[in-house]
């Protein structure tokens, strides 16, 4: 599983704000991921169903990416954060955007979760699979 240290990167500046925190970790998220040779099509992609916050290509692939923040593991490390409930809802707002955008074409897609302890991002590729929405 690939880190990347942000203090060693020169990313600073932390909002107060839980949106704007937010908003600056996927963005620094965004970073690292295009380091890695993805493209960025969508920041903060929202529907009614819900929220994805990166969505990118990857070669063939359209990947789905959940972004979470933990400065410290006192609640947890943030890979955790993503549960089969939020997996759920990235699913539902994965096949909107798939019919939307792409009328339900199909495309190869991945979920995958950037995870950011403290200083440290942790990328996971293909964190879980698609959940069927009956």
């Known amino acids: ?7 060693r990167n020169g990313w600073k500046n932390l909002h107060k704000n839980t949106r704007s925190t ?7 998220a965004a970073d690292y991921l ?4 993805l493209f960025i099509l969508r920041y903060n992609y929202r529907c009614r169903f819900g929220e994805i916050d ?4 990857d070669g063939e692939y359209l990947v789905f990416v959940e972004v979470k923040y933990r400065k410290d593991n006192s609640s947890g490390y943030s890979l955790a954060a993503v549960n ?3 997996q759920k809802t990235i ?12 009328h339900n074409v199909d ?6 979760v950037a995870g950011i302890d403290g200083d440290e991002i942790h990328w996971v590729k293909n964190a879980f699979e698609y959940i069927t929405i009956l």
């Open 91 to 102: 699913c539902k707002v994965a096949r909107y955007f798939l019919t939307v955008e792409y």
């Open 84 to 86: 089969p409930a939020k």
């Open 34 to 37: 295009k380091q890695q040779g």
């Open 107 to 112: 495309i190869p897609c991945r979920f995958d």
């Open 54 to 57: 990166l969505i990118a290509r």
């Open 22 to 28: 937010g908003s600056c970790y996927e963005r620094k």
């Open 1 to 7: 599983m690939p880190t990347y240290n942000i203090k």
